[in-house]
């Protein structure tokens, strides 16, 4: 299982939180972010979060793939967002006018995502699934909703292996994806058999975790004390998001 968390491996004094911690600063965190709308606040809030990223030690080549589906995101927002947005022209290209409201917004979602995108990856990657599991259940989450969230999670990356072996089995038949009936048909019988296959591979895991003597908890997650370090990251996250939503209100007031 820890195969598939590279980030969770390792022992700095982020893998050595309680998840508890590590959970309810990185909602802080977040919420924080996302209502700044100045750029040098947000700009000071992408520092912070590279600094936590870079505390985390995480591997490069799990961290690289992970911000690059993110920033993949951002750059379609970059495609769009500088001529739809109406303001000041800066470029035209005929029809095409690229305004600096557009732009500055393309730039303030570019920062507020990646901040909180690599804050969460530094908090919330450095902890195994079953730890943040069991730290939501003691947060107040209801137990099958947590559980719900861990088998999702969980099951993901297996449902992307079998849909890459039944597209690899269509390709093998000489499949060539074209604007075609005959193409939408067999990707609507792709998606329908990648459902079933998923059903059936539920019902084998479940059958097997009764086996084992599953009763609806996550044994050997940990659910350690909550500690004086723990506490103080907490309250730490909290005045660092306080700290920044002060600096944009007092830029806004000047």
């Known amino acids: 299982m820890m195969a598939a968390e590279p980030l969770a491996i390792g022992a700095s004094l982020l893998h050595r939180l309680d998840p508890r911690a590590k959970i309810a600063a990185a909602i802080v965190w977040s919420v924080g972010l996302a209502v700044l709308t100045d750029l040098h606040v947000l700009a000071g809030g992408l520092l912070v979060s590279a600094a936590l990223l870079a505390s985390a030690r995480p591997p490069l080549g799990a961290l690289w793939r992970r911000l690059l589906a993110i920033n993949v995101f951002v750059a379609f927002l970059w495609l769009f967002l500088p ?3 109406p303001g000041e022209e800066i470029v035209a290209w005929g029809p ?3 305004t600096r409201a557009g732009l500055l917004l ?5 920062l507020r995502c990646n901040a909180i995108a690599w804050a969460c990856i530094a908090l919330l990657g450095t902890s195994r699934l079953s730890d943040l ?3 939501l259940r003691n947060l107040g989450l209801p137990q099958k909703l947590a559980l719900l969230l861990f088998f999702c999670v969980r099951h993901i990356r297996i449902l992307y292996e079998e849909y890459g072996r039944l597209r690899a089995a269509m390709m093998l038949r000489a499949f060539t994806p074209r604007t075609t009936l005959h193409t939408y048909r067999a990707y609507a019988n792709l998606v ?7 059903h059936d591979r539920a019902g084998r895991v479940y059958e097997a975790m009764v086996c084992r003597g ?3 908890q996550l044994r050997g997650a940990r659910s ?3 500690r004086y370090p723990d506490a103080a990251f907490a309250a730490l996250a909290a005045v660092a998001t306080m700290t920044l939503v002060v600096w944009e209100c007092l830029k806004t007031a000047s």
Do not use: E, H, N, Q
Not at 106 to 110: G, M, P, S
Not at 192 to 198: C, E, T
């Open 83 to 85: 001529w739809s947005v």
């Open 96 to 98: 095409v006018i690229v």
């Open 106 to 110: 393309a730039l303030r979602l570019t």
């Open 133 to 135: 599991t069991v730290a």
């Open 192 to 198: 329908g058999l990648l459902f079933v296959r998923s």
């Open 214 to 216: 599953f009763d609806g």
């Open 224 to 226: 350690g004390r909550w």
